[in-house]
């Protein structure tokens, strides 16, 4: 009995641990400015459509954004700004901050357009992000531009047409420099960059569930301000308390 309680007390203290964790994640990191501060930077590249057209687009990133102390800023905001062939109006499209993630929510996998109306492809940036937005398998997030504004699909609407990641993918701080550097990449370029990334999802835009689309990223649901895991009654307890 003893020994029975000691391990329940145990995995007691584990789980406050964990849950202190987080809210250490949530609340108490630096958001001191990185390498680039908390400005931007910006670069073009030529995005090449499923139909052999090509698009000019302007990528731009800030920085800033929830991050442990002597770490840089993650991103905290990205955009790809472009003209569909024939329109003459520039669409922009955000992956924006939101502090229950703490940086930028998505990153840009792919632009694609079609008869006039674009579509975007983007992974949650990160597991916080991962469980925001459903824990989508395969672990993308599908936009669609309606002519006003942009609208989250699901895959089923996604056409079908489209199979290329086409943009930069992998924003290292040493990449960016090169591509701010470069100043405008080539369709070739891009298609070269991406191919040295080896996960399934950044081939080409899978269509079926698999197995490890979740890359590790346990189950958590955001309560009060604080990400615990779904069962986690004393996490909810204690952030109970101090909402009170």
């Known amino acids: 009995m003893e020994e029975r309680g000691m391990r329940t007390h145990h995995g ?3 789980r406050i641990a964990k849950l202190g964790l987080i809210l250490m994640m949530g609340v108490s990191m630096s958001t001191e ?3 680039f501060g908390s400005g931007g930077t910006s670069w073009k590249e030529e ?3 499923h139909d052999g057209g090509r698009v000019i687009a302007k990528r731009s990133l800030s920085y800033g954004g929830r991050h442990e102390i002597g770490q840089p800023s993650p991103i905290k905001e990205q955009t790809i700004s472009f003209t569909p062939p024939n329109s003459g109006k520039t669409i922009t499209w955000a992956s924006e901050y939101s502090e229950d993630v703490g940086r930028a929510n998505f990153n840009l ?3 694609h357009i079609l008869n006039g109306v674009p579509y975007v492809v983007a992974s949650p940036n990160l597991c916080l992000s991962y469980n925001k ?5 395969p672990p993308y997030v599908f936009f669609k531009y309606d002519g006003k504004e942009w609208q989250r699909i699901p895959l089923t609407e996604f056409p079908a047409e489209f199979k290329a990641l086409n943009v930069a993918i992998y924003l290292g701080t040493q990449d960016v420099q090169a591509m701010v550097k470069q100043g405008l990449l080539s369709a070739e370029n891009i298609k070269e960059r991406n191919s040295e990334l080896t996960r399934p999802q950044y081939k080409t835009i899978l269509r ?3 197995p490890g689309a979740a890359g590790g990223c346990d189950e958590m649901v955001y309560y ?3 990400w615990v895991g779904p069962g986690d009654s004393i996490g909810k307890r204690m952030m109970d308390r101090k909402s009170k």
């Open 12 to 14: 007691i203290l584990k």
């Open 33 to 35: 400015a990185g390498l």
């Open 47 to 49: 995005v090449l459509l």
């Open 109 to 111: 996998l792919a632009l």
């Open 133 to 137: 937005w459903g824990r989508p398998n």
């Open 208 to 210: 079926d569930p698999y």
């Open 224 to 226: 009060k301000g604080a």
